[in-house]
């Protein structure tokens, strides 16, 4: 700071304060308050990343001794029967629930947001998957399912058809999977969902009734396109997610079970390689193209919802 006397007159003139006095004073306060997130996903998440990469260039001997091997492990991989089924699968879970789920939640999510009598408890009702264990929704889904006293089943005898071995058959399994793994994430797609409808302005609803517009033409043109960010979000969350189940295919299938070639994920074959064949290095090699697959496809859907996704 400096002084400059002219004609009596006392003029303070500031110094513009240096980058780092600057950083001192306002960004230092800002990073210790992100530091325990940034450290937390540096720990679990960032290092063993690192770790599984490093992992998957080596090959698991006995007593749990790494050797390095180099790229043996994704050439074995990429020729792998195993692999290539469980990536299909993978596929086909994702392809079919999450345009099925999100639509459904949607559609659930415009009705609840109506003024209906009750939508509190229907709210409810809908997000209780959510809260519930999912060792738990699998145990009574399983129970559903089964082939000699399920739910399912006991209704096919009642009309007169012939019992289904929903669990057991190569060709219907994963579809039953795929069924639970919509119900469970309906309630939270929903919950999402609505709260972006909640955020949608009612002047555009009654602007349009003025005009004329029906209930179909104000959702394409009104809710539709506002409700884009969101339904952005829910998509990338859902598609994720899908990429890596697990737990249903964990929990409904037995190891013996003849539909669980065509069921088993891509992490389901990095559990079994990892902690039932004790060969991580393969493991890791495997959960690191599920990596790759996410990243490729989290990408490409950045690049394409400037196409679709309206921001206000």
């Avoid at 950083?23 to 325990?36: Q, R, T, V």
């Amino acid at each position: 700071m400096k002084k400059l006397v002219n004609n009596n007159e006392e003029i303070v003139l500031y110094k513009k304060p240096s980058l780092m006095k600057k950083f001192k004073e306002d960004y230092a306060f800002g990073y210790l308050m992100i530091a325990p997130t940034i450290i937390g996903l540096i720990i679990l998440n960032l290092w063993p990343m690192i770790q599984t990469l490093y992992l998957s260039f080596n090959t698991t001997g006995g007593f749990g001794a790494n050797k390095w091997i180099g790229l043996e492990n994704y050439k074995t991989m990429l020729t792998d029967s195993a692999v290539i089924q469980a990536t299909i699968n993978t596929l086909k879970y994702t392809i079919v629930s999450v345009p099925i789920g999100i639509i459904l939640s949607l559609l659930v999510a415009v009705l609840l947001n109506a003024n209906i009598r009750g939508k509190t408890i229907y709210r409810t009702i809908y997000f209780l998957p959510m809260v519930s264990a999912p060792a738990a929704i699998a145990m009574v889904w399983r129970i559903l399912y089964n082939g000699d006293y399920g739910f399912f089943n006991a209704i096919l005898s009642k009309i007169g058809l012939n019992a289904v071995n929903w669990l057991t058959d190569p060709k219907i399994a994963i579809f039953c999977i795929i069924v639970v793994g919509i119900w469970s994430t309906l309630g939270y797609n929903m919950i999402i969902l609505l709260a972006g409808l909640q955020e949608i302005p009612t002047t555009l609803y009654e602007a349009a009734e003025i005009d004329g517009a029906g209930p179909i033409r104000k959702f394409f043109t009104i809710t539709l396109p506002l409700i884009s960010p969101t339904m952005f979000f829910v998509v990338i969350t859902t598609m994720i997610g899908s990429l890596q189940v697990f737990d249903l295919i964990l929990m409904m299938m037995d190891r013996t079970n003849a539909a669980m070639e065509s069921t088993q994920s891509l992490v389901y074959l990095f559990y079994k390689h990892s902690f039932i064949m004790n060969d991580k290095g393969y493991a890791s090699a495997i959960i690191m193209l599920l990596l790759a697959m996410i990243l490729i496809i989290t990408v490409i859907q950045l690049k394409l919802q400037k196409k679709w996704v309206h921001y206000q």
